[in-house]
Nanobody, 119 residues
Framework: QVQLVESGGGLVQPGGSLRLSCTAAGRIFSIYNMGWYRQAPGKQRELVASITTGNSTNYLDSVRGRFTISGSNAKNMVYLQMNSLKPEDTAVYYC?????????????WGQGTQVTVSS
């Protein structure tokens, strides 16, 4: 059993920044690809950003240039730095881990952390 725990969500004004953190209960970041998903009410869950074990990154078009995913194998953590936040970024953000190629159907999910962008 792999447990992922997110933190760092909260309420922020438009244009503000937040950094989300994901910690794994176990050393998995060296062998699993990691990513951040988000789901807003009434919308499909979407992959926001991903990072491979080789540190290759991909981003949702709407967040590219504003969000940055990074990882620390030594600290066993993955981060999502979110800048220039917009109200449409409001969602529950989930950390996920996937063994193998790509990032379809993650093997493990965190519990989610709420990000609310509002004045």
């Amino acid at each position: 059993q792999v447990q992922l725990v997110e933190s760092g969500g909260g309420l922020v004004q438009p244009g503000g920044s937040l950094r989300l953190s994901c910690t794994a209960a176990g050393r998995i970041f060296s062998i699993y690809n990691m990513g951040w998903y988000r789901q807003a009410p009434g919308k499909q869950r979407e992959l926001v950003a991903s990072i491979t074990t080789g540190n290759s990154t991909n981003y949702l078009d709407s967040v590219r240039g504003r969000f940055t995913i990074s990882g620390s194998n030594a600290k066993n953590m993955v981060y999502l730095q979110m800048n220039s936040l917009k109200p449409e970024d409001t969602a529950v953000y989930y950390c996920a881990a996937k063994y193998g190629l790509g990032f379809s159907r993650p093997d493990y999910w965190g519990q989610g952390t709420q990000v609310t962008v509002s004045s």
